[in-house]
């Protein structure tokens, strides 16, 4: 029997390469919406969050907008465990920006960067470090 991994919550645009990541990790997890219409997920327990790096050459912009609304409600900021980041290596050192935005400001780990939709390696490290990961607390945590 595989360990349990934490919550995973995690935001793909439509290019789908986020999705297509969390489709070969094959955890459950609850999508960020694209729309800003859309309901968000409720947060029912601790997570870990997923998410792509939109930046401009300055690194404006790396955090995609829906995240940012998602994290704005303190009680779902609150629950973020961690964060894996994903982004494209073209584009030097905002690469995976978005996660090492937002681990400094809500004070989490960055547990893992990839790039597109990740490589078979990425998918195997993150499946492990992620049951690794399973009720540890993080010492950042306030």
Known sequence: M??????????????????????????????????????????AQDYVLILPTFADGEGRGAVPKQVIRFL?????????????????????????????????????????RFELAGLETDIARVRRGLQLFRGMECSTMA
Request: proline share 8%.
């Open 72 to 112: 704005n409600d303190p009680a779902r900021r609150a629950r973020i465990r961690g964060v894996i980041a994903s982004g494209n290596r073209n584009f030097g050192a905002t690469f995976a920006l978005a996660g090492k935005i937002i681990a400094g400001k809500c004070n989490v780990p960055v547990l893992w």
């Open 2 to 43: 595989e360990p349990a991994v934490p919550g995973l919550i995690y935001y793909s645009s439509e290019s789908g390469n986020t999705a297509r990541f969390m489709h070969k990790l094959g955890f459950a997890a609850q999508r960020i919406p694209i729309s800003p219409k859309d309901e968000m997920p409720a947060v």
